[in-house]
């Protein structure tokens, strides 16, 4: 078929294995093409399907290319569902037409990697060449950065804090958080968190400075400023945090005049958790066509702390005017096709009971008159209380209940039922825990507690513990440290247990610590050959003068013979010489003596033993994928070690402890300290046989076949201490500060109980002690349909639906990988591990960027020609 006579709804019928029928509603936003556009998109509403097939209907039916589409999700995982959404359909156009369609140009991710792209690209830089930025500082790096030692001493006395470390840290806490502490981590984790607001809010130092007279206020701006520059240093390379990425880009965009017409579309989801910075950015790129797309939920709206601002989204009509001087169209997707119709009801029903009214008497502070509607016709009951009671027979009688879903097949695997909490920090989630686990439930919740404490973490830094040995516990005072040690202390108990029970496993450990001490002991003797002759360590290699010597040094192992006497080192080193860029001495020791493998090449071959070998086996046999989920997000850990200090683990690096102080008293000590932020929008799997816990705002974007509410309550202790700083330094009214959390608090159930799709059950904890927010209280001592009164025979089973987009599987990516071993496939792409050596992926995507710019310069100088 031609591309001239196919219509969209053509295309609507083509879709298996049931085609698509949009609402009134969802055409009118597929089809709309010009000015601004204002969806308004409940819980369940198809905003994704619409998103898509509004995308396609620009690139096919209206000749906007793909680079032309600025396309932001909020998270990586909804980036790639798009992308994955958008192939799918494109290629069913390209099967019917013919005409193909490349996305590898198109931009479409989240916010963050979407500004680093804005920064790269040539488009928006003089003379069409590729620009030099700063190198990018993800959280934890951010965080190892400012709570060094040397730079927080440096920092906090060059503004005017006390010169006494201790009692800076408690000055800036006591003021931060209204608690004094000394500790340099706590003080440094709250100034990250003003320093990301600030930022945030596009703040000019120099300016906010001159809105206070409070001299710790003042202070703490002077810090800050004095954070910018420091990254920003006058030689080496800049550095950049996550929030300052988003100021850079719209330097960029400010900069550059195209900036405004590069993008013919703009479409932001989830708009309503946005904050300043990016509403000025995505106006920015919209002013040229005004073609600009937002989608979102206001009552969804989750991200305050981090320096969201809901008010973009409900005053987007108005900021429309403001920016662009034109109106926007309204269209709100308001039917609900997830849920069953009284879970709907009940969560309507829950967010109106809450005075949203502004102080003036007109208007609200959210989008009013929703008139949100459930598709199901459905009136059997979906929401479920729990009988009014004590915390451990409310837990219990729960836990009956997921247990009957599950022996009544009522759910395909236990995964389909997930337990949310306001904070999975608390004792309740420790009780529902412990009541699953007595019925034979088994919970993955990694991310309750500290990820470090779970069983595998244990057993793996065990080992890694025999190998390296434990660092010595120093007379330092504090809980944190003495529970770091008492950790350490566990894994080595563990570690004991398994090379008890596994003797191959105790002979590789052994074989690794004399791999070390041989290396240790060579660099030391080598030094000592250099010392010997007078040798500068910085002086260049000569390899006719040094190497005999170094080679007949006594005591020299067999393995650094080997490498020194390399046939093809030698060449290279003779070559560099001849070229006037020979080694230094220090590099060819250190080169010569460093361990052939890292802390993840470590890990793959600790998992061979029969120990961790079991657990992928249960995961193979879609038994338990608890432990194996685990393992992969180890991984994750251990190659931020790499990218943050070294690949090699080199003889100096093992000096006097130094690796070892290094990987467990900075590295693992600090993710101990920082724990597991609750707040987290990491895309944790959810492995067969497990029943999950999250946080309400880890399920966002998430549903569920039986959602499960495990603490109604979170009780409101106003607003936090950084937005009663920041808010009277900035120039626009937001939500009062007296009912700010409020809102939050009634968001983030509205979130939670919205994730349900057959069955809410909701736990009701009465009796001394034991209370539960508003509106629940009156909601659950109302007119409630009882946990036992339910007849499981009205509830639906879960099923795993179809998608109707076709799953795209690259050639390299899935098939070969899979031909060469399933296993690997399961492991890397199925589970997310972390594979070793990606140095080779690194050096693929330097060379590929190097063709790329070869390519672009020997089309602008053609084109000067």
């Given at each position: 078929m031609a591309l001239t006579s196919l219509t969209i709804q053509d295309l609507w019928a083509a879709i298996k294995p049931k085609r698509f029928e949009p609402t009134d509603n969802q055409e009118k936003a597929i089809l709309h093409t010009e000015g601004p556009l204002f969806l308004t998109a409940g819980p369940g509403s198809g905003k994704t399907r619409v998103l898509l097939w509004r995308t396609l209907n620009l690139i096919v039916f209206h000749n906007i290319k793909p680079e032309e589409i600025f396309l932001s999700t909020f998270t990586e995982k909804a980036a790639f569902q798009l992308q994955e959404g958008l192939r799918s359909l494109l290629g069913l156009v390209t099967n019917i037409t013919g005409v193909p369609y490349d996305l590898s140009h198109m931009y479409v991710g989240t916010v963050h990697s979407l500004c680093q792209r804005l920064l790269t690209d040539r488009r928006l830089s003089n003379g069409g060449r590729r620009p030099i930025n700063p190198a990018l500082k993800d959280s934890l790096e951010q965080y190892f950065y400012v709570s060094?030692?040397?730079?927080?001493?440096?920092?906090?006395?060059?503004?005017?804090?006390?010169?006494d470390v201790d009692e800076a840290n408690k000055v800036i806490t006591q003021y931060l958080n209204k608690t004094p502490s000394s500790s340099r981590h706590v003080a440094a984790t709250q100034c990250i968190s003003l320093f990301n607001r600030f930022s945030e809010e596009s703040v000019d130092?120099?300016?906010?400075?001159?809105?206070?007279?409070?001299?710790?206020?003042?202070?703490?701006?002077?810090?800050?400023?004095?954070?910018?520059?420091?990254?920003?240093?006058?030689?080496?390379?800049?550095?950049?945090?996550?929030?300052?990425?988003?100021?850079?880009?719209?330097?960029?965009?400010?900069?550059?005049?195209?900036?405004?017409?590069?993008?013919?579309?703009?479409?932001?989801?989830?708009?309503?958790?946005?904050?300043?910075?990016?509403?000025?950015?995505?106006?920015?790129?919209?002013?040229?066509?005004?073609?600009?797309?937002?989608?979102?939920?206001?009552?969804?709206?989750?991200?305050?702390?981090?320096?969201?601002t809901v008010e973009n989204f409900v005053q987007f009509p108005e900021r429309c005017q403001h920016y662009l001087e034109t109106d926007a169209t309204p269209i709100p997707l308001n039917t609900n096709y997830r849920s069953r119709r009284k879970i709907v009801e009940f969560y309507t029903d829950f967010i109106s009971r809450c005075n949203w009214k502004r102080g003036s008497g007109t208007g609200h502070y959210r989008i009013a008159d929703k008139d949100i509607q459930a598709h199901s016709q459905d009136e059997q009951p979906s929401v479920i209380v729990s009988t009014a009671g004590s915390p451990d027979n409310v837990c219990a009688e729960i836990a009956d209940?997921?247990?009957?879903?599950?022996?009544?097949?009522?759910?395909?695997?236990p995964n389909q039922i997930a337990f949310?909490?306001?904070?999975?920090?608390?004792?309740?989630?420790?009780?529902?825990?412990?009541?699953?686990?007595?019925?034979?439930?088994?919970?993955?919740?990694p991310r309750a507690g500290r990820f470090l404490e779970v069983e595998e973490a244990i057993s793996i830094f065990g080992i890694y513990l025999k190998i390296f040995g434990k660092p010595d516990r120093g007379d330092f005072k504090g809980n944190d440290y003495n529970e770091f040690h008492n950790w350490m202390e566990s894994c080595l108990r563990d570690a004991d247990r398994l090379l008890k029970t596994d003797k191959t496993l105790a002979t590789y450990v052994e074989d690794r610590k004399r791999e070390i001490s041989t290396a240790l002991n060579d660099y030391r003797i080598l030094v000592e050959v250099a010392a010997r002759h007078q040798w500068d360590l910085n002086q260049p290699y000569d390899i006719d003068l040094m190497m005999r010597s170094l080679l007949s040094a006594g005591g020299l192992s067999e393995t650094a013979k080997k490498n020194l006497s390399n046939s093809f080192f030698g060449r290279i080193a003779k070559k560099r010489a001849e070229e006037g860029q020979p080694f230094m001495l220090s590099y060819v020791i250190t080169r010569m003596t460093s361990i052939d493998w890292s802390v993840l090449d470590l890990f793959y071959r600790i998992c061979a033993f029969d120990h961790f070998r079991a657990m992928f086996n249960l995961a193979e046999k879609g038994t338990d994928e608890g432990p194996i989920c685990n393992l992969g997000l180890i991984t994750q850990y251990l190659a931020r070690f790499i990218d943050t200090y070294s690949a090699v683990i080199k003889a100096p690096f093992l000096l006097d402890g130094k690796f070892r102080n290094t990987f467990f008293m900075r590295f693992l000590y600090s993710l101990f300290r920082l724990g597991e932020a609750e707040y987290e929008d990491a895309d944790d799997p959810f492995p067969k046989g497990r029943v999950p816990f999250l946080t309400v705002h880890q399920s966002k974007g998430l549903e569920f076949p039986v959602v499960v509410l495990g603490n109604p309550r979170k009780d409101d202790r106003g607003p936090q201490q950084v937005e009663k700083i920041v808010r009277p330094l900035l120039d626009r009214e937001g939500e009062p500060l007296d009912r700010m959390s409020q809102f939050d608090i009634m968001r983030m159930f509205y979130v939670a109980l919205s994730r349900a799709k057959n069955l809410l059950v909701i736990a009701h904890y009465s009796g001394r002690g034991q209370s539960i927010s508003e509106p629940f209280k009156t909601l659950l001592n109302g007119q409630v349909d009882r946990i036992p009164s339910l007849n499981l025979d009205t509830l639906p089973a879960a099923k795993v639906e179809a998608d109707n987009l076709t799953k795209n599987y690259s050639y390299t990516s899935d098939y070969l990988l899979y031909q060469k071993c399933p296993r690997q496939y399961m492991i890397f792409r199925k589970y997310g591990f972390v594979a070793s050596r990606s140095q080779t992926q690194f050096f693929g995507n330097l060379v590929h960027k190097t063709i790329e710019d070869l390519h672009h310069l020997l089309i602008a100088r053609r084109t000067q020609l």
């Open positions: 060094d030692r040397r730079y927080w001493s440096s920092a906090t006395a060059a503004v005017g804090f006390p010169a130092p120099s300016a906010i400075r001159e809105r206070t007279e409070d001299e710790t206020l003042k202070a703490l701006i002077d810090l800050y400023d004095y954070y910018k520059r420091s990254l920003t240093p006058e030689t080496g390379v800049p550095f950049i945090d996550f929030a300052l990425l988003q100021q850079k880009a719209f330097e960029r965009l400010e900069q550059c005049l195209a900036s405004e017409t590069v993008f013919k579309h703009v479409i932001i989801d989830e708009y309503q958790d946005t904050n300043t910075i990016q509403e000025r950015l995505f106006f920015k790129l919209a002013k040229g066509h005004k073609n600009i797309c937002v989608v979102g939920d206001d009552d969804q709206a989750l991200y305050r702390f981090r320096g969201a209940l997921v247990k009957r879903l599950v022996d009544e097949k009522k759910v395909e695997d949310l909490f306001p904070s999975l920090k608390s004792a309740q989630v420790e009780r529902m825990r412990a009541a699953l686990e007595a019925v034979g439930l088994r919970v993955y919740a």
